[in-house]
């Protein structure tokens, strides 16, 4: 149940629906309590009038005086109806015969034998009304003295509200001591089977009015204190949110290149925690951003060297006097030239493809295998070029503990760039070529293991995190590159939820080579895959 709550989720709204709809249960449901707890309180004291009223028509009945019994039943209806009640009594003897009084009046219904003397009080319907009935059994043929004064007496007790006690739910037990003469047989009594049953019913107008007028005294400051309580609610509350007011205040005020954190200590205890978590939100953004401005100032600078070596080859090229050794040279420098700036771009490009993943499927069931064969097929005319020893060894394609869930281009540009990496730093001699080697197998830890090797001359433990950062270079090393290689490969493994590791190939020997291993997460089922090409010229280990 929504009462303040807008079409937008509102705080303010739920913490007034979360108080004032519980609050509002209790209210229905203390009207309800109230009114049964008035009735409980109006009935009490007509209850002890009705029983008194019945001992009394009891009385006359047991005398067998029908004139006076004609009379006392006169006056409680007269007192009845001026107090705009009606009263109705019957009278019958042992054997169901009417002796007095309306017939129309419903007979008790009990579930054993009555006791002489108690009044037993029950709800009915008479005439389309609801009634209150007093049942009293009494023995026929008492004195008319006798019992007027213990009926007297009696009276005055119950008028005066004492209590005269009960023998089962919704009855009055018989007196005892000095009173019990009136109604109790004794042993001169005719036995139970000569009972007459005396019945007096009353409507309920005065016992409906007095517990209307006790739910009305109780509720009706209720009812005007509910709205105050949801005013001052409302105002509590408005002053309780203002402080996010101020702190969106602060935060709509701010340079768009600010990115200083918010003063926790001057916010409340309870929104600080929203607080502390857009401050590491607001770090975490000022680091992204400083790594934005350093890459494009690496990215410019790489770019910036072989666009100068190209206009510098291209003034060369036209100046007068240049011969055709001389025009032929600048051509090939534009061309390599040319050749680095495209990778650079390249490079750049598939960083800003592997961070960003934009317009690429989702990740589906992959053959590491297959993927790792294909792409050492790609790259073999360059290895071969450089006179390296380039290869595959491991599992085969199809090879069950060797598929993952991956995106098949990212996997490609990864394998390429571990490729390339290793084929720009494995130095060739003749004799001794260098050699590259690519491994696909099962890990321990439902792992698929790749791996890449090269005899190269190794990198320094110092280095071997800073060689995934873009544009870094190990000092000392003039192999071509952009510095993009890695980077690409922790960002592709980053996104498959594997881990690149850095170890040399050969610890013990000289030079140690360089072992580059991603273990990704391998595919709980593994799907059925194509076979793999041939191998051709690349060798098997």
């Given at each position: 149940?929504?009462?303040?709550?807008?079409a937008?989720?509102?705080?303010?709204?739920?913490?007034?629906?979360?108080?004032?709809?519980?609050?509002?249960?209790?209210?229905?449901?203390?009207?309800?309590?109230?009114?049964?707890?008035?009735?409980?309180?109006?009935?009490?004291?007509?209850?002890?009038?009705?029983?008194?009223?019945?001992?009394?028509?009891a009385?006359?009945?047991?005398?067998?005086?029908?004139?006076?019994?004609?009379?006392?039943?006169?006056?409680?209806d007269?007192?009845?109806h001026?107090?705009?009640?009606?009263?109705?009594?019957?009278v019958?003897?042992?054997?169901?015969?009417?002796?007095?009084?309306?017939?129309?009046?419903?007979?008790p219904?009990?579930?054993?034998?009555?006791?002489?003397?108690?009044?037993?009080?029950?709800?009915?319907?008479?005439?389309?009304?609801?009634?209150?009935?007093?049942?009293?059994?009494?023995?026929?043929?008492?004195?008319?003295?006798?019992?007027a004064?213990?009926?007297?007496?009696?009276?005055?007790?119950?008028?005066s509200?004492?209590?005269?006690?009960?023998?089962?739910?919704?009855?009055?037990?018989?007196?005892?001591?000095?009173?019990?003469?009136?109604?109790?047989?004794?042993?001169?009594?005719?036995?139970?089977?000569?009972?007459?049953?005396?019945?007096?019913?009353?409507?309920?107008?005065?016992?409906?009015?007095?517990?209307?007028?006790?739910?009305?005294?109780?509720?009706l400051?209720?009812?005007?204190?509910?709205?105050?309580?949801?005013?001052?609610?409302?105002?509590?509350?408005?002053?309780?949110?203002?402080?996010?007011?101020?702190?969106?205040?602060?935060?709509?005020?701010?340079?768009?290149?600010?990115?200083?954190?918010?003063?926790?200590?001057?916010?409340?205890?309870?929104?600080?925690?929203?607080?502390?978590?857009?401050?590491?939100?607001?770090?975490?953004?000022?680091?992204?951003?400083?790594?934005?401005?350093?890459f494009?100032?690496?990215?410019?600078?790489?770019?910036?060297?072989?666009?100068?070596?190209?206009?510098?080859?291209?003034?060369?090229?036209?100046?007068e006097?240049?011969?055709?050794?001389?025009?032929?040279?600048?051509?090939?420098?534009?061309?390599r030239?040319?050749?680095?700036?495209?990778?650079?771009?390249?490079?750049?490009?598939?960083?800003?493809?592997?961070?960003?993943?934009?317009?690429?499927?989702?990740?589906?069931?992959?053959?590491?295998?297959?993927?790792?064969?294909?792409?050492?097929h790609e790259?073999?005319?360059?290895?071969?070029?450089?006179?390296?020893?380039?290869?595959y060894?491991?599992?085969e394609?199809?090879?069950?503990?060797?598929?993952?869930?991956?995106?098949?281009?990212l996997?490609?540009?990864?394998?390429?760039?571990?490729?390339?990496?290793?084929?720009?730093?494995?130095?060739?001699?003749?004799?001794?070529?260098?050699?590259?080697?690519?491994?696909?197998?099962?890990?321990?830890?439902?792992?698929?293991?790749?791996?890449?090797?090269?005899?190269?001359?190794?990198?320094?433990?110092?280095?071997?995190?800073?060689?995934?950062?873009?544009?870094?270079?190990?000092?000392?090393?003039?192999?071509?590159?952009?510095?993009?290689?890695?980077?690409?490969?922790?960002?592709?493994?980053?996104?498959?939820?594997?881990?690149?590791?850095?170890?040399?190939?050969?610890?013990?020997?000289?030079?140690?080579?360089?072992?580059?291993?991603?273990?990704?997460?391998?595919?709980?089922?593994?799907?059925?895959?194509?076979?793999?090409?041939?191998?051709?010229?690349?060798?098997?280990?």
């Open positions: 149940m929504k009462l303040f709550q807008r937008q989720n509102s705080l303010f709204g739920e913490i007034l629906d979360s108080l004032v709809v519980p609050a509002l249960i209790v209210v229905a449901l203390s009207i309800g309590i109230t009114w049964l707890v008035a009735r409980g309180i109006a009935n009490a004291p007509y209850d002890r009038a009705l029983s008194s009223a019945a001992r009394l028509l009385r006359e009945a047991a005398s067998d005086d029908r004139d006076a019994l004609a009379r006392t039943a006169a006056l409680i007269e007192l009845r001026g107090q705009d009640d009606r009263a109705w009594y019957r019958q003897d042992a054997q169901g015969r009417l002796l007095a009084g309306d017939a129309a009046l419903p007979p219904q009990l579930e054993q034998s009555p006791t002489p003397g108690v009044v037993y009080l029950r709800d009915a319907e008479l005439h389309g009304r609801s009634v209150r009935v007093a049942d009293l059994w009494v023995v026929p043929g008492r004195s008319a003295a006798a019992g004064a213990a009926g007297d007496q009696r009276m005055a007790l119950e008028t509200g004492a209590d005269v006690g009960t023998a089962e739910p919704n009855a009055l037990a018989a007196p005892t001591g000095p009173l019990a003469t009136l109604g109790t047989p004794s042993a001169s009594d005719p036995p139970r089977a000569g009972l007459l049953l005396v019945q007096l019913a009353e409507t309920r107008a005065r016992q409906t009015r007095l517990a209307r007028d006790i739910v009305s005294g109780v509720l400051p209720l009812f005007a204190l509910v709205p105050l309580a949801i005013l001052l609610l409302w105002v509590a509350l408005a002053r309780g949110i203002k402080p996010l007011s101020v702190v969106e205040d602060r935060i709509r005020e701010r340079r768009p290149d600010d990115l200083s954190p918010i003063d926790a200590a001057t916010v409340p205890l309870e929104v600080s925690s929203m607080v502390l978590a857009l401050n590491l939100l607001l770090g975490k953004l000022a680091d992204s951003i400083r790594t934005q401005k350093r494009l100032a690496d990215a410019a600078h790489q770019l910036k060297t072989p666009l100068a070596g190209l206009r510098m080859q291209a003034d060369l090229a036209q100046r006097g240049a011969n055709t050794d001389e025009l032929k040279r600048s051509l090939q420098q534009i061309g030239s040319t050749m680095r700036a495209t990778h650079t771009v390249n490079q750049l490009l598939a960083l800003a493809r592997a961070e960003g993943r934009a317009g690429l499927p989702a990740h589906q069931p992959c053959d590491l295998a297959l993927l790792t064969i294909d792409v050492v790259v073999l005319p360059r290895a071969m070029d450089r006179a390296l020893d380039l290869g060894e491991g599992a394609p199809g090879t069950r503990g060797v598929s993952l869930l991956g995106n098949a281009t996997l490609r540009e990864l394998i390429r760039n571990l490729l390339d990496n290793a084929i720009n730093y494995t130095p060739s001699q003749p004799g001794r070529p260098g050699v590259i080697t690519a491994r696909v197998r099962a890990g321990l830890a439902n792992e698929v293991l790749l791996e890449v090797e090269d005899s190269g001359p190794g990198i320094a433990e110092a280095d071997r995190e800073l060689v995934f950062e873009p544009f870094y270079r190990v000092l000392g090393n003039e192999a071509d590159g952009s510095g993009l290689g890695l980077p690409i490969v922790m960002e592709i493994a980053r996104q498959h939820g594997a881990s690149v590791s850095v170890q040399d190939a050969r610890p013990f020997q000289q030079p140690p080579g360089t072992r580059f291993c991603v273990r990704f997460p391998a595919l709980a089922t593994t799907a059925a895959l194509a076979p793999a090409p041939a191998l051709s010229e690349a060798n098997t280990g």
